[in-house]
């Protein structure tokens, strides 16, 4: 891979992450973390929150995007 490729892939991670981030701070992600399966828990003064059905979603998009990505760089 030479740096022309590297470069090129950098630049595509940093526009999805940017596009991420423009998506969070308009509150177009608001529903994450909040998804049936997602377990909450809040009594008194203590608080227990896991994400397991949103954590689930990154992990399944991170698998599909890095095998696509090692597929075509």
Same mark, same amino acid.
């Given at each position: 891979?030479?740096?022309?490729?590297?470069?090129?892939?950098?630049?595509?991670?940093?526009?999805?992450?940017?596009?991420?981030?423009?998506?969070?701070?308009?509150?177009?992600? /608001?529903? =994450?973390?909040?998804?049936?399966?997602?377990?909450?828990?809040?009594?008194?003064?203590?608080?227990?929150?896991?994400?397991?059905?949103?954590?689930?979603?990154?992990?399944?998009?991170? /698998?599909?995007?890095?095998?696509?990505?090692?597929? =075509?760089?």
């Amino acid at each position: 891979m030479d740096s022309r490729q590297v470069g090129l892939a950098l630049l595509i991670v940093g526009v999805i992450v940017i596009l991420i981030g423009l998506a969070a701070y308009a509150g177009l992600l /608001s529903w =994450f973390g909040r998804l049936p399966g997602d377990i909450r828990i809040d009594r008194g003064n203590v608080k227990v929150y896991a994400p397991i059905v949103s954590m689930l979603l990154i992990s399944l998009g991170l /698998s599909v995007g890095l095998a696509l990505f090692r597929r =075509f760089f």
